[in-house]
């Protein structure tokens, strides 16, 4: 149903509502979100203009974005930004919506990167190029080196890249994993499809009808990629290693780094308390 009113909170009442019958969890949020797409405010300040009226062409685009958001689109391909740690990305279909549990992959690797003595860093499967952006946004020395099999998700990677002026120290190449990757002295980190492919169907609409399937499957396990690419790490000399995992992953994730030579391997916990991200180094 179309919305049909000539206020903020008009509007967004409607809205609410449509949202909320689609079993939208994020109803609140997203609309404040949308109207703050169409009205050029801050989502948290679109409270403060409730009694504002819309334009024909206002209406018209929140009305649009709704539609797409019952359809359980993602906010952010609608609004086509998400934020991340430091940095804003232009994200779309071919890439998966930065989470904020991925924020701790950048920091542990920060740490990592701080702690070794690496040359340089590889973002494997870097997909917007979210985590190799902010490991260069972050530290003005590091130069990373992104790879990702998808030529589409390389596509969005190098407007990010250029929106944030890191052409001169973010090298993006497309890569399966890290073959054909010269390691030597590098800090791998990446972020790899690790859901079982039994699980798949299960997932909120949101991501099973919208995200890339292809960074989402982790194979039957969901280590498939996973092991894939610490095999590739074996004797390549690489002094260090970070990997996000799923749910009950940590542990085997990190014996696949144990046996490839990184014998200093850690857990590290989310927010949430939830086992996030494994890394190791290993002496150069």
């Not at 190799?132 to 020395?141: D, I, V, Y």
């Not at 099999?149 to 596509?155: K, T």
Request: aromatic letters at 4%; hydrophobic letters at 45%.
């Amino acid at each position: 149903m179309a919305i049909q009113a000539s206020s903020v909170v008009e509007a967004g009442r409607q809205a609410l509502s449509q949202l909320q019958q689609v079993g939208i969890e994020s109803s609140v949020l997203d609309v404040n979100v949308l109207l703050g797409l169409v009205t050029g405010l801050e989502p948290a300040e679109v409270v403060l203009h409730q009694d504002d009226g819309l334009s024909a062409q206002q209406l018209e685009d929140f009305d649009r974005a709704v539609q797409r958001r019952i359809q359980h689109e993602p906010v952010a391909y609608i609004t086509g930004t998400k934020g991340f740690r430091r940095i804003d990305l232009e994200v779309s279909p071919s890439v998966l919506v930065p989470r904020p549990e991925t924020e701790l992959l950048v920091q542990v690797a920060l740490d990592l990167w701080d702690e070794a003595e690496c040359d340089f860093v590889v973002d494997v499967g870097t997909g917007s190029g979210a985590v190799g952006l902010s490991l260069a946004e972050e530290r003005p020395c590091l130069r990373v080196l992104a790879t990702d099999i998808s030529a589409s998700a390389l596509d969005v990677a190098v407007q990010n890249r250029q929106r944030l002026g890191l052409v001169d120290r973010v090298r993006l190449s497309r890569a399966d994993g890290l073959a054909g990757v010269a390691l030597c002295g590098s800090l791998v980190v990446a972020n790899l499809p690790y859901i079982a492919t039994s699980v798949i169907p299960t997932l909120q609409p949101d991501i099973l009808k919208w995200e890339p399937r292809m960074a989402l499957d982790g194979g039957s396990d969901g280590l498939a990629v996973i092991r894939g690419v610490v095999g590739q790490l074996e004797d390549a000399g690489a002094v260090g290693a970070a990997f996000e995992v799923g749910m009950d992953q940590a542990v085997p994730v990190k014996q696949l780094l144990v046996d490839v030579g990184f014998l200093a391997a850690s857990i590290h916990q989310d927010f949430s308390g939830r086992p996030r991200v494994v890394a190791g180094l290993r002496s150069r």
